[in-house]
C-alpha cells in the first residue's frame, strides 16, 4: 500500500466571457488504485514571464506570482522548516534579490536535502539535456548545492562543481547542465553539503530550459 499526495498547480487564462470547463481526471493505473483530489482552489493570479531570447522555457519561476507555498518546491525531508517567501522591505531587510518576493532559508536543521521539485510541479523526460539557472545570496561559502536526481536514488550526492562557492552574501549567478537518464520522475532542488551545515540561502529567478 503506498501513499503518495502531490500538489498541482495550473495556470491559464479564461475567455472574455469567462466560461471555462475545469475537469480533474487521472489516467488508468492498476487495478486496486485509488485516487483523491482535495482542496481545490481557484484564485486570480499573474503569470511570471522569462527573460527575453531565453529559448524553450520548461520553468522559470521568479516567486512573484506564488499564491501558497514555495513555487515548485516541496518539503525535502520530515522535519520542522525555517523556509519561507521573504518579502522586500528596504532599508530594514536584505534577503530579497528581484521584486518583492525570493525564496530563503534560514539554519535549517535538514540533514542534506532542503526542497525538491515534484513531477507535478516539474516533469523533466527521461534521457535529456536541461539547462538550470537562478540567483542567489548565501551567507556560508560552499554550504548548500545544487542537486538533480531520479525519485528512486537511495543516495543524494551532489556534484562538486554544483556547490554554491560564494558566502559573501552579494547576489551570484548559478547555473548547470543536467541529463537525465532513463529512470522515472527526475527532480532538482537544493541540499545542505554537510548535516552539521548552519546558514542562510535566498534563490530567486529560477530558470530551466531544454
Known sequence: YMRNWHRLKVVFTAPADGR??????????????????????????????????????????????????????????????NTHLADANPPYTNDTIQGTYSLKSRQEGSPDLLY??????????PNTTYKVSFDYLCDKADCFAFIAAPDAAKEIKPDPANILKDGSWKVKKFSATIKTDNQADWF???TKTAKDNKGTIVIDNLLVTE
Open 116 to 125: 525538491r521539485t515534484v513531477p507535478a510541479s516539474l516533469k523533466l523526460k
Open 188 to 190: 532538482i532542488g537544493i
Open 20 to 81: 471555462v470547463d475545469l475537469v480533474l481526471a487521472a489516467a488508468a493505473g492498476q487495478p486496486d488504485t485509488k485516487v483523491k483530489f482535495d482542496d481545490v482552489r481557484l484564485v486570480k493570479t499573474g503569470v511570471s514571464k522569462a527573460p527575453a531570447g531565453a529559448g524553450k522555457v520548461v520553468l522559470f519561476e521568479d516567486f512573484e506570482n506564488v499564491d501558497e507555498a514555495w513555487g515548485p518546491f516541496m518539503y525535502g525531508w520530515e522535519g520542522p522548516m
